[in-house]
């Protein structure tokens, strides 16, 4: 991996961050319970925390893949498959630059056939 693309991806890598950052800052998870809701309301309420809360748990994962990603920046490990340490394919890191493993490890991994660290 050139010095140059490492740049840019760090950059890319900070500014996926920060915008998961502002995300998850701006999801306001409380429920108003000043007036009695009818049960459709509460129901509707209820149904939009809780896809509020998947998204915000995944997008919490997601930025601890990019801090990841960012520290193997900073040790000179990235691009580096963390199960095979093959190379990982540029075009991968390209697409999802906070990728942990190649093609492969990561279809074991989605198979639950890798150990996770």
Not at 49 to 59: I, P
Not at 86 to 114: F, V
């Amino acid at each position: 991996m050139s010095k140059l693309n490492l740049k840019e991806i760090k950059q890319k890598l900070i500014a996926e961050r920060e915008l998961l950052i502002d995300k998850l800052n701006g999801n306001d998870l409380s429920i108003d319970d000043s007036e009695t809701p009818d049960p459709v309301d509460l129901a509707v309420r209820n149904y939009s925390k809780n896809v509020m809360l998947a998204v915000s748990e995944n997008e919490s994962k997601q930025l601890t893949l990019i801090d990841e990603a960012l520290r193997r920046i900073e040790d000179d490990e990235y691009g580096t498959c963390q199960n095979c340490e093959n190379d990982i394919n540029p075009k991968r890191l390209a697409a999802i630059p906070w990728a942990r493993y190649c093609l492969d490890c990561q279809a074991l991994q989605e198979q639950g056939l890798l150990d996770e660290e």
